[in-house]
Structure formats: C-alpha cells, structure tokens
C-alpha cells in the first residue's frame, strides 16, 4: 500500500496535481457512465475508459515508473474534458455554469505556465546563444569541399544533426541518428 501511494506521488509531482486528479476523475466518471447509469451507460466513454484504466491501474500497481502510466492519464483527460461538459449541460446551478471558465483557467491553465515559466525562459535562452549557426556554417564548408554528390548527417544524439541541419538550410540529403557499435 506505502509502494503505490508512493507512485501515486510521484505520478501527482510529473503530471501536476490537478492533472492527475482531472485524470482520476476521468476514470471514475467514465466508469459510472457505462457501467452504473441506468439508461444502459454512455456507450462513448467505453473505449477511452479501456484504453486509459488498465494502464494508469497496471503501472500504479507494478510501481513502473512514474511516467509509464501517461498514456492512459492523457486519454482519460479526454474523457474529463466530454465528461465535464456534460456534467454542466445537465446541471441547473447558475454559479457553476458562469464560472467554469475562469475556474478552468484558475485551477488548470495558470498554475502550469507558472511551474513551466522557468523552464521556457531557460530553453528558449539556450536556444538563441547556441552556436548551431556557425557550427553549419562550418559543416556547409567542408560539405562543399567533399567532391560527393549525396551528403549525409549523422550524430550521437538526434538533435544534433537535426540543428545542423536546420541552420543550414536543410542542404544535406538526410540527417539521422548514428549508432555506435
């Protein structure tokens, strides 16, 4: 039991807190609208609950890693996001329908731009004083001084020859990823 609170905590620190939860909740109400209405369920949240249950469940009980269950999160968000409008179709309440919006924005859309702010400020700055550019530049030379028509780039990681790439142009035949022996 300590094992799978501990992974639901983990899950909860990589996808948010209100992610999860939304998730969860999308996992029980899809549930309940197949199997326990009684106007024979929602036949439309069958397939998202099969495809999303068995994975958050599986890898929750096996203590994968945290992340492994991601797929399931996602496709249960698509069920929350059926689910919650027609939870506020059927409701009568004029708060609820006035200020899900704002709530939405509140609880979901801000609090994630503010834990990834960082992190896009960091990428973005690291993107724009790379040296890619020259580093091309440099590639494109010799590329011009070999005397063969086809010109391949591979590199140790992906994103590298896909930069060199992009900063020149897309002027070499192909670029890829190189494996070592």
Not at 60 to 75: D, L, V
Not at 102 to 116: D, E, R
Request: aromatic share 16%; net charge negative.
């Amino acid at each position: 039991m300590r094992s799978v609170l501990t992974h639901t905590g983990k899950e909860m620190l990589i996808f948010s807190p209100f992610v999860y939860l939304l998730s969860m909740f999308g996992i029980i109400y899809g549930c309940y609208l197949v199997y326990f209405r009684e106007d024979q369920g929602d036949q439309r949240y069958q397939l998202l609950f099969w495809m999303s249950a068995p994975a958050v469940i599986l890898f929750t009980i096996t203590e994968g890693p945290p992340y492994w269950a991601g797929s399931g999160h996602f496709i249960s968000l698509i069920a929350v996001s059926g689910a919650l409008s027609l939870l506020l179709s059927l409701t009568s309440r004029r708060f609820a329908t006035a200020l899900w919006r704002p709530g939405f924005v509140l609880l979901f859309i801000l609090p994630s731009l503010v834990l990834t702010m960082g992190t896009t400020i960091i990428a973005g700055g690291d993107r724009m004083h790379n040296e890619w550019e020259s580093l091309a530049e440099k590639i494109g030379g010799i590329r011009g001084e070999i005397a063969v028509e086809d010109v391949y780039l591979a590199g140790s990681y992906y994103f590298i020859p896909s930069e060199i790439a992009f900063y020149d142009n897309d002027e070499f035949e192909g670029y890829t990823l190189a494996f070592q022996a």
